[in-house]
């Protein structure tokens, strides 16, 4: 017996491939994964994938295994519960157990979270905007040397680009603003001090980065995916045990339910605090009488 997984994708011409794995035991009784094919699709529907793609790959396997199941994401595509592909390989296989990949179904959650709220977004969208800056050869010097000044113990880190698909790169993201706040800052200002036609685009990252607000959206989110990071990657280990996951989840569950909101303003005035920006509060009232004292 085995199991198959699939997957969409596209070559670097465009082109719409089917991946195609196999997972099975060995003699050994050890589980293996193992690649079998790019299959290409000129169309995505579910007939096309079924029929030249995955039932070929069987012909030329000649095999007198049993496919027990298959694991794919959690499109409609696939799992469509009357014309997707794993129901319709069911008519074939009635027998067959479709799984959707439970670190994608993680991944669909937080990517969801990302685009629904508004501050989580914010500081995603601030980091794209970052990442345009220092992805400027002459800029990346700039943050590259600003990094070596700050934390010169430090190994560097780089403003990467974001893939939409996956949520484990944002977190990375996000990680290098906490990581390198006071370099990012010195670099957007010297930036913004100069000619450039990016002048402008930091100066306003800069001043968006300082505001209370920020500060504080970008400390909780740091600490929500930051929890989340190792469930993500232990779900995608080769030999994953399940029992293992399911206490991990349990855990991660805990740590989400206990965030505190203390915690995550003494974050954001640690962060404030190594670069500078005061975080008491002065009432405007008492702020005008007392400015309304001083002699001309």
Not at 96 to 116: D, E, F, G, M, Q
């Amino acid at each position: 017996m085995y199991s198959m997984l699939i997957d969409e994708c596209k070559d670097n011409a465009g082109h719409e491939e089917l991946a195609i794995c196999f997972r099975f035991v060995n003699d050994s009784e050890e589980i293996e994964e193992r690649f079998y094919e790019l299959a290409r699709l000129k169309e995505t529907d579910a007939a096309t994938i079924v029929n030249t793609g995955i039932l070929p790959a069987f012909e030329r396997m000649n095999t007198s295994a049993s496919l027990l199941a298959v694991g794919t994401d959690g499109a409609s595509v696939m799992s469509g519960c009357y014309e997707g592909v794993a129901a319709r390989l069911a008519r074939q296989y009635p027998w067959l157990i479709y799984i959707h990949c439970a670190a994608h179904r993680l991944n669909l959650i937080v990517a969801t979270y990302l685009s629904k709220v508004k501050a989580a977004k914010e500081v995603i969208e601030a980091y794209k905007a970052l990442h345009k800056v220092f992805n400027i050869a002459k800029y990346k010097e700039i943050f590259e040397e600003s990094q070596k000044e700050q934390y010169p113990k430090e190994p560097l880190m780089a403003a990467s680009s974001l893939t939409e698909v996956r949520w484990a790169c944002k977190f990375k993201g996000v990680n290098t603003i906490v990581r390198r706040f006071k370099a990012i800052l010195v670099s957007l200002q010297t930036i913004a001090g100069s000619t450039s036609n990016q002048s402008d685009v930091a100066a306003g990252l800069y001043h968006k980065m300082l505001s209370g607000r920020f500060i504080i959206s970008l400390c909780f989110l740091h600490r929500v995916l930051a929890i989340m990071n190792g469930l993500s990657k232990a779900m995608q280990e080769s030999n994953i045990k399940w029992i293992a996951i399911a206490s991990e989840m349990l855990a991660v569950r805990q740590l989400l339910q206990g965030l505190n909101v203390h915690d995550i303003l003494d974050a954001a005035k640690s962060l404030c605090s190594s670069v500078g920006i005061p975080t008491t509060f002065e009432d405007p009232i008492h702020i005008s009488k007392r400015n309304s004292r001083r002699p001309c």
